[in-house]
């Protein structure tokens, strides 16, 4: 029997740069819920296959079970959700240049997104969640009580993500560069056969182009205490 959510799910869905994970991680912690990183489970299984030494040219041939065989896990913690691999919790591993580059390609072969799907879920089962990620309101969490899909400028996303990864000031080739790359990326999750990047039917749009951090939180804030009691 599925255990009663104890809260409500809440998923934040968007292309890369539109502000989804560092929004949905504030939102949780001044709601008092949990963050589910959608990314760091891709990023996770990513590191795995490095660590054992799988040829990258052949994860797309590796079968669900193989994916499930690598032990990847959510583990709660208080009110975080810890990624673990077998007994080892994963933290800056993450975040090299080397995982950033082969998550997103993993995260388009349909067996490494079933191997996941379970997991996710299994951390929303008693609600009182925060999810992003590009499909948590229609494929993750479709029940989800509230659904939000933050979209951004193009050039707007390209500059977070140059400061997100140590550019101080970024000009304006840095932000053409980056720019291309993104719009490279959105049509690739646009355009992918399993679990395409798309808006929910019911979610609610919060474009953060001209919001400040604080703004954006608060909107999302504001929305999940007017549609459900947290």
Known sequence: MTPAREGPVVTLDGPAGSGKSTTARE???RLGFRHLDSGALYRAVTFALLEAGVPEEEWPALTEAEFRALRV???PDGEALRVHLGDRALGPELRTTQVTALASPLARIPAARSALLDLQRQAGERGRLVADGRDMGTVV???AEVKVFLVADLRERARRRLLEQGVAEPGGGD???EAARIAERDERDAGRAVSPLRRPD???DL???RMGFEEQVRAVV???RARARP
Request: hydrophobic residues 50%; glycine residues 0%.
């Open 175 to 177: 932000i053409d560069a």
């Open 141 to 143: 969490f479709p029940d």
């Open 222 to 224: 504001e929305l999940v």
């Open 207 to 209: 474009d953060t182009t």
């Open 202 to 204: 019911d979610a609610v």
């Open 73 to 75: 896990t959510v583990t």
């Open 27 to 29: 939102v949780a912690r």
